[in-house]
């Protein structure tokens, strides 16, 4: 069974960093390539960053490019984004995803 579980939401000030982490497991880790995805509320879910399988390419919208370092622990089968300089407009539900599952998601909160 496939299991994606995100972790390391909050509340933080604008400015300041998060770390989440999804932790995996039921698949094998080297072979699929990463997402984080964002829903905010009355917006549709849309992608963040990615990270490949095999050579490890990353992938940033726009809009966290720069400020987002998604990587990943394949010792751990965890895969981990690093976001810095959180906006307000940062705010909302962050999922992982491989191939055709979801993870249960992570509150992101950041107050201006």
């Known amino acids: 069974e496939v299991q994606l579980q995100a972790s390391g939401g909050g509340l933080v000030q604008a400015g300041g960093s998060l770390r989440l982490a999804c932790a995996t497991s039921?698949?094998?880790?080297?072979?699929?390539?990463i997402g984080w995805f964002r829903q905010a509320p009355g917006k549709e879910r849309e992608g963040v960053s990615y990270?490949?399988?095999?050579?490890?390419?990353?992938y940033y919208a726009n809009a966290v490019k720069g400020r987002f370092t998604i990587s990943k622990d394949t010792a751990k089968n965890t895969v981990f984004l690093q976001m810095n300089s959180l906006k307000p407009e940062d705010t909302a539900v962050y999922y992982c995803?491989?191939?055709?599952?979801w993870g249960q998601g992570t509150q992101v909160t950041v107050s201006s």
């Open positions: 995803h491989v191939a055709f599952f």
């Open positions: 990270i490949g399988s095999s050579d490890g390419s990353t």
């Open positions: 039921g698949f094998s880790f080297d072979d699929f390539g």
